[in-house]
């Protein structure tokens, strides 16, 4: 949802197509595959830590001095504020249009008053409102409407928060509120976009060069762009949402 939103062409290839990406040179290819590599090891060892294994344990482990000191900021300050009940990398799905939303969740933590959806950054912040990205949309909607399935507790979405955190940030957390007004807001805007993207037969190439010069198939579709500074947020997992286009 998020690719097709980005450019069209984009997800034509990654999505319709089932290209791979293609790196535009050693560089390049060193730093995505760095980038991607620090990604997956943050994430793994959140994950070890908040399913039970000791942070010293899962410290010795870290190799990458910056993952260890992501982790160590983590362990100080990642969890402060969060419900104790907790379901680590988990799924969530939503029927919505005759389609199924499946949201993949870093972590749900609750209480008998609220739910909190998690989502570790190893990115650098966005410049665009948070509450009206894809992912936000998409998680919070899916929570709302199916995270009784993980909790065992229905949450209206006044009840429903999250919590983005970026490591590299002063400051990391970035916790945005919900509200029955935007709940039905994000199911119009979702519906939209199933539909939109159900229809489409036409793929262009987006007029936005910025987001040429970081993306994955630059170098076959616009090799002619130079590279920019690649930031993947966890590229290499499996999408953190999608549709499922089979009958729900």
């Not at 062409?9 to 040179?25: F, N, T």
């Not at 955190?165 to 919900?178: E, F, G, H, S």
């Not at 076959?220 to 953190?240: A, K, L, M, N």
């Amino acid at each position: 949802m998020r690719d097709f939103l980005t450019c069209r062409y984009l997800y034509l290839l990654k999505h319709r197509r089932g290209l791979e990406p293609a790196v535009g040179g050693v560089v390049e290819g060193s730093n995505r595959q760095l980038a991607a590599r620090r990604g997956q090891q943050f994430h793994r060892a959140v994950q070890q830590y908040l399913s039970g294994l000791a942070s010293d344990s899962v410290r010795s482990m870290i190799k990458d001095d910056t993952v260890r000191a992501w982790f160590e900021k983590f362990v100080k300050y990642g969890m402060s504020g969060i419900p104790d009940r907790r379901s680590v990398e988990t799924w969530a799905t939503a029927p919505l249009a005759d389609r199924v939303l499946i949201a993949r969740y870093d972590l749900l933590a609750w209480d008998s008053e609220r739910l909190v959806i998690c989502d570790w950054k190893t990115g650098s912040r966005p410049i665009e409102d948070p509450d009206t990205q894809i992912q936000t949309m998409v998680y919070r909607y899916v929570a709302a409407c199916s995270g009784q399935a993980v909790t065992g507790t229905a949450y209206l979405p006044e009840q429903i928060e999250i919590r983005y955190w970026y490591v590299r940030d002063d400051d990391p957390a970035n916790q945005i509120a919900y509200s029955q007004q935007q709940f039905k807001r994000d199911e119009v805007r979702l519906r939209e976009l199933i539909a939109e993207i159900a229809a489409c037969n036409a793929f262009p190439k987006t007029d936005d060069v910025d987001v040429c010069k970081t993306c994955l198939f630059r170098a076959v579709c616009r090799p002619e762009i130079p590279s920019g500074t690649w930031e993947p947020e966890f590229e290499h997992t499996p999408e953190s949402m999608s549709i499922g286009w089979g009958e729900s």
